[in-house]
């Protein structure tokens, strides 16, 4: 999306932009909303969760392991390892970001960072107005909480069934995110995945280790070697 004009980004430009992430992330928020029901969660825990975090699969994540009796210092280092990819998002729109844009505008800016968000953002060739990204973030951010209300909402009159089978839009949500990955690294991350697989089954099952630390072990080794396999395959091209 190369801007005609070298005019300033606008709120409405944000906001016509956001509406089709909008789009994707009310189902998915409905998703979410129905899984925090079937944890025994009230609407307004619902609903705080996606205020105070907006990280789709982190919080997909986070609602499996406090489904799995995982500690607070468990959830805390597995949420942060799955979302410490906006640092660097953050990081890249902050370059972009237009000059004078400091303190709590700046933070609330990094808060609406997401995947879509930075995608969108990133493909214009001008700097971004705080105007035009809190437009963007905000269309988003209100797809995403509005969705996880209705979710809960609905929630209450769907057949207890079909609320279980909702748990797995987590592995959809991650599925998609390797799909991403393998189009853009190939067969060497299917490799990576299937290690850290394969390592969180071992330490659950043989070693009886909880659910928590045993996903952040297997996450922290699949991405050494990531690094390490990634690194080496981009050398040699």
Known sequence: ???????????????????PIFVGYFPTAMAFGLVCRDLGMRIWEAVLFSLTNFAGSGQFLAANLIGGGALLAELFVSVLLVNLRYSFMGAELNRNLEKGVTGWRKALLAHGTTDEVFSVAVLHRQPISKEYLAGLELTAYSGWVSGTAVGFLVGMILPSALQL???????????SLLA??????????????????ALNSYLIVQWSLAIGWS??????SASFLGALVIRD???EV
Do not use: N, P, W
Request: charge should be negative.
């Open 1 to 19: 999306m190369e801007s005609a004009t070298h005019d300033k980004l606008t709120f409405r430009e944000g906001c016509i932009e956001g509406f």
């Open 165 to 175: 089978a909702v748990g797995v839009t987590l592995y959809a949500m991650f599925s």
């Open 180 to 197: 991403q990955e393998f189009h853009q690294k190939g067969f060497r991350v299917l490799a990576i995945a299937g290690f850290s697989a």
């Open 215 to 220: 996903f952040v072990i297997s996450m922290l």
């Open 233 to 235: 395959s981009e050398g």
